[in-house]
């Protein structure tokens, strides 16, 4: 059973950055594709960005292209958010989650949107934008 643990979460000010990071208490999340969702209060939890298990694709949520990075160390230990430019908008719990890629064509890919593919969850990571 993969147990997924993220940290980096904290208090930043409107405008500046916080690293996320997903590491599974066994080691390693090869031959997994992981994604990063956020809940904020009283909404609905919603996909932010995702990388295949290869690391050469990645996908974003429209809402934060050009100011979230995700990517994956070499030895596929850890996946890292980085979040530049934040905004009180993105204030929410932060879960990585993950599911398994068995073949080559799925370890090249990676959805966002479809939460139900994901069958292991982190505990979440909280993030505040507020001055």
């Known amino acids: 059973q993969l147990q997924l643990v993220e940290s980096g979460g904290g208090l930043v000010q409107p405008g500046g950055s916080l690293r996320l990071s997903c590491a599974a208490s066994d080691g390693t999340l090869d031959y997994y594709a992981i994604g990063w969702f956020r809940q904020a209060p009283g909404k609905e939890r919603e996909g932010v960005s995702c ?3 290869s690391g050469n694709y990645t996908k974003y949520a429209d809402s934060v292209k050009g100011r979230l990075t995700i990517s994956r160390d070499n030895a596929k230990t850890t ?10 908008e993105d204030t929410a719990i932060y879960y990585c989650a993950a599911y398994g890629t068995p073949n080559t064509r799925a370890q090249a890919m990676c959805v966002v949107t479809l939460m139900s593919w994901y069958a292991y969850w982190g505990q979440g990571t909280q993030v505040t934008v507020s001055s």
């Open 51 to 53: 990388i295949s298990s």
């Open 79 to 88: 996946v890292y958010l980085q979040m530049n430019s934040l905004k009180p």
